[in-house]
């Protein structure tokens, strides 16, 4: 598996997610996150939650590729799995690295 490296720190986020946009609207609670994240790191649920996704976290460095001939095999054969398997996990990991940062943990 190839691996997607995507190096941003929270100051270079937070312009992306702090300013008035769709998912301000759908998640303020994201917005809010984003600029005051030690508010979100004091949550009782935060711990529980890391430990929940600890084991997605430790793959986050092997991000499944999706590729056309995925997509296209899965036009062609109607198998499905062939391709959501590799997309949710790509989804997962790419969403608990992103969770990292917004933490503060510029590692992701």
Known sequence: MS???????QKELEPLVS?????????????????????L????????????GADVLAAVHEIPKLTYTMYRDVQRDT??????????????RLAAAAFQVLLGNDEY
């Not at 790191?41 to 430990?51: E, G, I, M, Q, R």
């Open 3 to 9: 691996t997607v490296n995507i190096a941003y720190s």
């Open 41 to 52: 790191t004091s949550h009782p649920a935060l711990s529980a939650l890391l430990a929940e």
């Open 79 to 92: 198998d499905r799995q062939l391709y959501l398997k590799p997309f949710w996990t790509r989804r997962a």
């Open 19 to 39: 300013k008035p946009m769709p998912a301000a609207i759908l998640i303020p609670e994201l917005v809010e996150a984003a600029r005051n994240p030690s508010k």
